[in-house]
Every structure is written in structure tokens, then in C-alpha cells.
């Protein structure tokens, strides 16, 4: 696996080695051997695939607030997505800044998601699957987030939004939040 740090502390992209050959792709998409060495703390805990139908769907951006630390580690299995992630922790360098990585099922690559980012993704295709691991099970009363369109973040989703649930449309507004 090839490991990439991005802009913000706390997320990296894992691109996987593949070994081809007349029956196809193998390659491995995780191992904590090498997640521990690249200091990308990771205990798989629970597993779960979001299936989407269509292009241009939105869901997120969520993270699951304290005591919870939960960690996850996102790859798209079919399809295509564009996954943001955004720094909500006041104290951090990159504070309200986000990077975008495509994820596909043609690319392989996943995303490793540091407990207290906001994440999401937009489907850039229809049917498109994304599997999560995470270190902890899912924590109801701990779920938090931001608006997807939100002005201060800056995020340029590609495609207009097709579809997006009605508690992320409702995640309220930045307004009066210090940059």
C-alpha cells in the first residue's frame, strides 16, 4: 500500500499496489501492520456499505463528537465519488479548510479519516458503494456536522445535488463562527 499524507493532519490516502495478471487485479486494502507504521491508529470495529442510486447524491458532512474518537477508513467499491473532508477543530492549522479526493471503483484508493473530521462524499455516477470502516460502532446522540453548501467552507461539489437527506440540508450555517 502506498500511504499519501494530505494538506490536513488527521487524513492520508491509501492508494493500493496491485498485482495483475490474465485473471486480473490483488491487491491489499488494508493491513494493520502497515496502517500502524504509517501512525494510522486503526481498530476495525464495525463495517458498513452506504449504496447510493444516484449521481449527484450528497451525504455528509458528519463526524461523531466527544467522548466518541471515531476513526474510518472509506473506499468506493462501485462507482465513483468525490469525498471532502473539512477540519472542524478550532484549534487546528487548518481550521474550516478541506481537501477532495476522488474515490472509484477503477481507482481503488481509500481514504483514512482521523476522528474529529467532518466527512462526506457526492456520488459522481449512479450506483455508486461506498464501504466504511470505522473503529467504533455507530454512537446515536453523538453525531455532529456541517452544511454541505456552507459559504465559509468553500466546497465545489462538481455535479448539482440530485439528492441529500433532510437532516444534512438542515445542519445549521457558520454564520458568526470565527475563520
Known sequence: MIVTPTAI???????????????GLFARTFCAEEFAAAGLAVEVAQCSVAYNATAGTIRGMHWAGEPVRETKLVRCTRGALLDVVV?????????LRHVAVELSADNHRALFIDAGLAHGYQ??????????????????????????????????????VSVISD?????????GVPA
Do not use: C
Not at 11 to 20: G, H, K, L, N
Not at 167 to 175: C, F, I, Q, S, V
Open 167 to 175: 437532516k444534512d440540508r438542515a445542519w445549521p450555517l457558520l454564520t
Open 87 to 95: 477540519d472542524p477543530r478550532p484549534d487546528s492549522p487548518t481550521y
Open 9 to 23: 493532519a488527521g487524513v492520508t490516502i491509501v492508494d493500493v499496489e496491485a498485482f495483475t495478471d490474465a485473471r
Open 123 to 160: 456520488t459522481l455516477a449512479d450506483a455508486t458503494e461506498a464501504t466504511y470502516q470505522m473503529n467504533v460502532p455507530f454512537t446515536p446522540g453523538h453525531d455532529r456536522g456541517l452544511r454541505f453548501d456552507d459559504p465559509r467552507l468553500g466546497i465545489a461539489w462538481p455535479l448539482p
